[in-house]
T-cell receptor, first 113, second 110 residues
Framework: EPEVTQTPSHQVTQMGQEVILRCVPI?????FYWYRQILGQKVEFLVS????????KSEIFDDQFSVERPDGSNFTLKIRSTKLEDSAMYFC???????????FGPGTRLTVL | SQQGEEDPQALSIQEGENATMNCSYK?????LQWYRQNSGRGLVHLIL?????REKHSGRLRVTLDTSKKSSSLLITASRAADTASYFC??????????FGTGTSLTVIP
């Protein structure tokens, strides 16, 4: 069964460093998302991406964040200058065009020291 | 916002019992979906119910939707220890992004 994959599973970085989180969505899906979940809190929407551009973003998704689909398979989330409060699980999701079901990846745990 | 709010926040039952959790939302919707999250893992899609449906079944899951009350319920019958997880509802209208609530934390005691 096709699935969304994410790498790395755990990323540790120093405050102020740039990180890139990678996702490989399901191959024929058209809509892509990033969510994050701070430990013990709810899953929060960050950004949605369709047709090679951002379609919606939350107020969390400020200028420090960017997304890219550099090729036909990867979908990346970049945080330019990480802060302590960026420590969280980051989930990628993708959705096909026929249903509204989103398929989530296993997440990347980001720890900012 | 389209956020769903689940109730109760926590539920603890014995294996074999049924578990019922509820969801309320505020806006009109096209559909509502339920997801499960095991501790520290990604969300797994369970079931989708459209706004013109009132009840839907999938295996041991039964979902109801009352659009007049803006509420939904998820029933898990004959629960198993493996059902222990957090459960989230995701109401969807415009756009495709979900605004998740805090979920119901279900513990099934063997």
């Amino acid at each position: 069964e096709p699935e969304v994959t994410q790498t790395p599973s755990h990323q540790v970085t120093q405050m102020g460093q740039e990180v890139i989180l990678r996702c490989v969505p399901i191959s024929n899906h058209l809509y892509f998302y990033w969510y994050r979940q701070i430990l013990g809190q709810k899953v929060e929407f960050l950004v949605s991406f369709y047709n090679n551009e951002i379609s919606e973003k939350s107020e969390i998704f400020d200028d420090q964040f960017s997304v890219e689909r550099p090729d036909g398979s990867n979908f990346t989330l970049k945080i330019r200058s990480t802060k302590l409060e960026d420590s969280a699980m980051y989930f990628c999701a993708s959705m096909g065009g026929r249903t509204n079901e989103q398929f989530f990846g296993p997440g990347t745990r980001l720890t900012v020291l | 916002s389209q956020q769903g709010e689940e109730d109760p926040q926590a539920l603890s039952i014995q294996e074999g019992e049924n578990a019922t959790m509820n969801c309320s939302y505020k806006t009109s919707i096209n559909n509502l979906q339920w997801y499960r999250q095991n501790s520290g893992r990604g969300l797994v899609h369970l079931i989708l119910i459209r706004s013109n449906e009132r009840e839907k079944h999938s295996g041991r899951l039964r979902v109801t939707l009352d659009t007049s009350k803006k509420s939904s319920s998820l029933l898990i019958t004959a629960s198993r220890a493996a059902d222990t997880a957090s459960y989230f509802c995701a109401p969807l209208n415009w756009g495709n992004q979900f605004y998740f609530g805090t979920g119901t934390s279900l513990t099934v005691i063997p």
